[in-house]
């Protein structure tokens, strides 16, 4: 019997197409598929995305992501009244957050809370936006010189989880 680390790419193949392995490599890569799935890659394009997808829309882990958003503003809170600087969970506690730009943002992160919360499906596009937003480095949350406003990204989300647009996108005239 070979050793683990000296598996070939079918062994590899064959762990993968095993469900609970799906699960763990989905959550390992979470960051690259949520970002995958926010620029509005179809779950069903790959194994990893659909296994993503699902996991994401569910109303525990859109709750989650909601808090992680109120867990944000708490914190932007605290380094606008000269509290020692905080650092985001979302990243892994390794940045800084621009405080100012997420307090000046708080209706429309309340307004996509409110959404994430909300019972009813929504589509994937809007959930990966809000909880890639919160771990994307470069993105209006955590650098000052993103290209993308934070207004801007969190209207983006907003509009995508509402509960009455359409699931999936319209299929493209032939």
């Given amino acids: 019997m070979r050793p683990m680390l000296q598996r070939d790419e079918a062994d590899l193949a064959a762990i993968s197409s095993r469900p609970v392995a799906d699960r763990v490599l989905a959550r390992v890569f979470g960051a690259s598929l949520d970002e995958a ?11 990893l995305l659909a296994v993503r997808a699902r996991d994401i ?7 989650a992501t909601a808090e ?3 867990h944000l503003l708490r914190a932007a809170r605290r380094s606008a009244r000269g509290a020692p600087v905080r ?11 621009c405080a100012d730009r997420i ?10 809370m ?6 009813l499906p929504v589509p994937v596009r809007g959930v990966a ?13 955590y650098n000052r010189r993103s290209p993308v406003t934070l207004a801007a990204a969190l209207d983006s989300a907003i509009t995508l989880l509402d509960p009455a647009s359409p699931l999936m996108p319209a299929a493209l005239p032939r």
């Fill in 37 to 47: 799935l926010a620029a509005g890659r179809a779950p069903e394009s790959s194994r």
């Fill in 57 to 63: 829309v569910s109303l525990r882990r859109r709750a």
């Fill in 68 to 70: 992680n958003w109120d």
């Fill in 87 to 97: 650092r985001s969970r979302a990243v892994g506690g390794a940045m800084p957050v």
């Fill in 103 to 112: 307090l000046a943002a708080e209706p429309a992160i309340r307004e996509l």
């Fill in 114 to 119: 409110a959404r994430l919360f909300v019972p």
């Fill in 129 to 141: 936006m809000a909880g890639f937003l919160l771990t994307d480095a470069t993105g209006p949350v």
